[in-house]
């Protein structure tokens, strides 16, 4: 058992593709081996921004021998037949084994030596990865070499403690035992012979190879200093992944925000040290932004780091500078001006400009209700998206606009709104609860599903460019998370798709309204089932509230199927099941016997024989008596429960032969039981359900 | 005794030397107002068809939008490049950089030098390579990028591109916070000059002339006669006169960008319009190139 070493050396490999190409490595060595027939114990892989890593414990010194039996042609069959074969399986008529009346070949795969096999296994390896961009750059002898993220300048090879050396001749390199450490504090040339050296001089070597190792030390560092000056570090997770690619070595530093600039706003501050960069924005424990930073340094300097921290608080100075001369310019053009320049930015091609998306907006909050504010809110929301703050942090769309409208006396409910309808973004985004934010978002959502349907652009498979999914989840949780029990998707699409006709989009010819209210319920069919909510019940209340005005009411639907699934796991529950079963099960079969169908419109009462029809029949008519009124309260169990008492009254109809000879009588009962089962579908259609 | 910090134009010429040094052919800036000096024909031409070329200058480079009327300490709608073209890239292209940084009097060891993603994409040039901006203690001084498409054209062979930005790389070296703090020439006394008494006036006056003042119409038609004679000469062949018109309508596409008076679709169509003219300035260059061979 031997140990294999493998590093591939290059300039600096951008962060946002670490930790993904750090998987992928893996997985390519594990098939790889796993094909040449190989045996490991392990295999392990490290990202830096300099080298990806790869060591295999436990590998095995040779590969396994193998036998495979081929079977040829029959015994006696043509020469020409026999021939081909051992020319195919490359051995000769005698080494055949004759079985069964047909000649066999053993071919056997000789164990090869692991170490020779390696450059085969190094070079899959280029070939296999993937990048999400690659280049070329010239190699030593003017060739061009092959793709890779950046330039590979070398290849450490160890196996079983040994340098294997070969050459790459797409990299123009011959793979070594040497490497290099950090880039300024150790550059030397290091000679390594196992993992375990490897990992040791690197660390000496000024570079830490883990990338979880590396976050820790980040986040612990600056978590220490912050708290010195007796503050809070601002949790931000994707920076942090990010900054761990940017390092080999990291150094956590604090530094500090001039007071000039601490009355800008917030959110500018922190995106303007965020985005640019890449610093960790610090709080005080009340919360508020403190005027300290969190930086990263890739370094330790011999001065004590003064130099760089000098140039980081300079850098900021400069960059807040120009954040205060965008504040400057925005503050000097209201935002109803500004939105009057707003058919200069088109939203999508064949959906029109900004202007027009404004216009359907207010059309969709006037039909939502929300009068003149929601009106106004309306003609503001995409207003800021012309401010020079946000042509520079696009993420601070809304955000901006908020801060503007207030600036300029909007009321405070517009000027929420105008931050809150591009909410929740994600899944872990707060929702809005105010009730005009909620309208313009659930506006500003159904307008750019139903646009984007309308011209054939709906997502598919993994692809979902203008976040549609993203966008119908948001509906889903803006109507779910404020208890919109009644709000029904269908007026306010059936609105959007009127105000993109009035203006004069040109729609695809299959378009439905229906696809946008069905992709909507698809999306909510997957929220619920990451809830714990059983699909077959979910399908259940959406196929039985399918025609009925319950079909597009996300709240309701979530509400009734919870309920019908825990409705299930009781004896009613089972009860209400089996009676629908054995109703539905023989109706389904006369229906199918007799080619149509029963839907319990024509009950006739007067042709019932017994009390068996109509303590069935009254039993039931009571019941939906009182249904549509637990429906619009929403008393899903209660209904359940009732439903449920019909149970030994279906079993008790079933003691009369509902196959009867006369054929007035049959179609009768039928009826009775078509009915039964349509009645109940309307709260779940039960056919739907599974076990 | 602390030595004195080098000012801006013993800057430009230790860079000079030190690529004179290396082997590049030290050239002046084009005589024609560009956005970057990756606009100069020594860039943008020489890096496509086969063969060596390495070569470095000092590029002003003009971007119309970055305008603050002298009042930003950092960002200003003239300044200077000084750009590097390797063709091929050499092997230790980026310890050649990082040595010009030493060269240049800043102290390594002390400052944190990252190489961060930035893949280079120029839409009105149909160019772009992959590469990084370099950044000093968080600051982008230079942008490092490995060409692979120009014009539309595949580089035969993969140059390097090193483009420093001389004021930013200057505030590390003289350690001061604004470009028009900026030691100039190195003197004191009557004869000492700043990066403000160069500089200053034409950013305030170039700044209202940008934003407010540039006779949209004239531009307008600028653009259209710059666009006709680059096509007329590259009917003509001439690949460098047509070129010389390619970067003329770049900029006039620039003015009126920061004049905001374009929509975002004529914006877009007017990128497109320039790309057109890029290519096909780099289709007779490459034509006429092969030619002589």
Not at chain 1, 60 to 86: C, D, H, M, W, Y
Not at chain 1, 131 to 142: D, F, R, Y
Not at chain 1, 207 to 223: E, M, N, Y
Not at chain 1, 467 to 496: K, T, W
């Amino acid at each position: 058992m031997a140990e294999f070493l493998l590093e591939i050396f290059s300039e600096e490999i951008p962060a946002r593709m670490q930790l993904s190409v750090r998987d992928d490595l893996k997985t390519i060595m594990e098939n790889d081996l796993q094909a040449q027939s190989l045996s490991f114990s392990s295999i392990r892989s490290y990202v830096t921004p300099r080298r990806l890593v790869g060591v295999v414990e436990g590998l095995a010194e040779t590969t396994k021998s193998t036998i495979e039996e081929r079977r040829g042609p029959k015994v006696g069959a043509a020469n020409v037949a026999i021939q081909g074969f051992l020319k195919s399986a490359g051995v000769s008529l005698d080494a055949c084994e004759q079985r069964e009346g047909y000649y066999y070949a053993h071919l056997q795969t000789k164990s090869r030596n692991t170490r020779d096999i390696l450059p085969e296994i190094v070079q899959n390896i280029f070939r296999k990865m993937t990048w999400p961009k690659s280049m070329a750059w010239p190699l030593e002898n003017g060739k061009r070499s092959q793709l890779w993220v950046r330039p590979v300048r070398s290849v450490l090879t160890v196996f079983d403690g040994q340098a294997v050396s070969f050459e790459l001749p797409t990299l123009g390199l011959t793979t070594s035992n040497i490497t290099y450490g950090h880039r300024f504090l150790a550059p030397a040339a290091i000679q390594v012979s196992s993992f375990d050296e490897y990992h040791t001089k690197l660390e000496r070597g000024f570079v830490i190879i883990d990338h979880q190792v590396r976050q820790t030390q980040i986040w612990q560092g600056l978590k220490a200093l912050v708290h010195q000056k007796n503050l809070e570090l601002q949790t931000d997770e994707s920076l942090l992944q990010e900054i761990a690619g940017l390092v080999e070595y990291p150094v956590p530093l604090l530094g500090q925000i001039d007071a000039q600039f601490m009355d800008l706003p917030p959110a500018v501050l922190s995106t303007a040290m965020r985005v640019h960069q890449k610093y960790f924005t610090v709080r005080t424990k009340e919360g508020r932004i403190a005027p300290y930073f969190g930086v990263i340094a890739n370094i330790k300097g011999k001065d004590n780091n003064l130099q760089m921290l000098a140039g980081y608080e300079r850098v900021l100075r400069a960059r807040l500078s120009d954040a205060m001369f965008f504040y400057a310019v925005d503050v000097k053009t209201s935002l109803p001006m500004l939105s009057r320049r707003l058919e200069t930015i088109i939203f999508q091609e064949k959906l029109g400009t900004l202007t027009q998306k404004v216009t359907r907006l207010k059309v969709l909050m006037l039909a939502q209700g929300t009068g003149k504010v929601g009106e106004r809110a309306a003609e503001l929301a995409k207003s800021d998206l012309l401010t020079t703050m946000v042509g520079e942090f696009p993420e601070l769309q809304g955000v901006m606009g908020e801060i503007y409208a207030r600036a300029e006396g909007e009321v405070s409910e517009v000027a929420a709104a105008i931050r809150e309808h591009y909410q929740p973004q994600g899944p872990n985004d707060q929702c809005p609860s105010a009730p005009l934010s909620v309208a313009l978002a659930l506006a500003d959502k159904m307008d750019t599903l139903v646009g984007f349907f309308a011209i054939g652009e709906e997502p598919t498979g993994s692809k979902d460019p203008y976040a549609l999914r993203r966008a119908a989840l948001g509906i889903i949780r803006l109507v779910r998370e404020n208890n919109l029990a009644d709000f029904s998707l269908e007026p306010l699409c059936h609105e959007a798709v009127n105000t993109y006709k009035a203006q004069g989009v040109a729609f695809v010819k299959h378009f439905q309204s229906e696809y946008v209210l069905n992709f909507i319920n698809d999306r909510l069919k997957i929220a619920l089932r990451a809830e714990g909510i059983r699909h077959d019940c979910v399908t259940a209340v959406l196929e039985g509230s399918k025609t009925t005005a319950d079909a597009y009411k996300p709240w309701s639907i979530a509400r009734r199927a919870k309920a019908l699934q825990d409705f299930l796991e009781t004896a009613d529950g089972q009860a209400l099941l089996a009676a629908f079963r054995r109703a539905y099960g023989i109706l389904k079969d006369e229906q199918k016997k007799d080619g149509i169908s029963y839907p319990g419109t024509q009950v006739n009462v007067q042709l019932f024989t017994g009390m068996q029809e109509s303590n069935l029949y009254n039993h039931l008519q009571k019941i939906l008596a009182e249904r549509d009124p637990l429906l619009q309260a929403h008393h899903y169990t209660d209904l359940m429960a009732q439903l449920a008492t019909l149970r030994p009254l279906v079993d008790a109809f079933f003691d009369l032969k509902v196959n009867d000879e006369d054929p007035m009588l049959r179609q009768n009962r039928l009826e009775l039981l078509g009915m039964l089962i349509a009645q109940m579908a309307l709260i779940a259609d039960l056919s739907h359900v599974e076990g | 005794m602390v030595q004195r910090p080098k000012c801006f134009q013993q800057m430009i010429l230790d860079l000079q030397q030190y690529w004179a040094r290396w082997g590049c052919a030290i050239l002046q800036p084009y005589d024609v107002e560009m956005g970057a000096g990756t606009f100069h024909p020594a860039t943008m031409l020489r890096s496509l068809g086969s063969g060596t070329w390495n070569a470095a200058y000092v590029q002003p480079s003009r971007r119309p939008t970055d305008g603050r009327y002298g009042e930003n300490p950092n960002r200003t709608q003239y300044y200077y490049q000084f750009q590097v073209i390797m063709k091929p890239g050499p092997q230790d292209c980026q310890q050649l950089y990082l040595d010009s940084l030493r060269y240049l009097g800043i102290d390594i060891e002390n400052h944190d030098i990252r190489f961060v993603e930035d893949d280079w994409e120029s839409p009105t040039l149909g160019a772009a390579g992959l590469g990084w901006e370099v950044w000093c203690d968080g600051m982008e001084i230079s942008q490092f990028t490995y060409f692979q498409q120009v014009g539309g054209f595949e580089c035969e062979v993969v140059p390097v591109e090193i483009t420093y930005g001389l004021e930013r790389v200057a505030l590390n070296v003289q350690d001061v916070d604004n470009f028009f703090q900026l030691d100039w020439n190195g003197v004191d006394g009557c004869r000492k000059l700043t990066y403000r008494d160069i500089s200053m006036r034409g950013e305030q006056e170039f700044s209202h002339y940008n934003f407010t003042k540039a006779n949209t119409a004239v531009l307008l038609q600028h653009f259209k006669d710059a666009e006709q004679e680059c096509m007329g000469l590259l009917s003509a062949h001439l690949a460098l006169p047509a070129y010389d018109h390619c970067i003329k309508a770049s900029h006039l596409f620039n003015l009126l960008d920061a004049r905001g008076v374009m929509s975002v679709t004529e914006r877009a169509s007017y990128i497109g319009r320039v790309r057109n003219l890029a290519k096909k300035c780099c289709e007779i260059w490459l034509n006429n190139t092969e030619k002589k061979a």
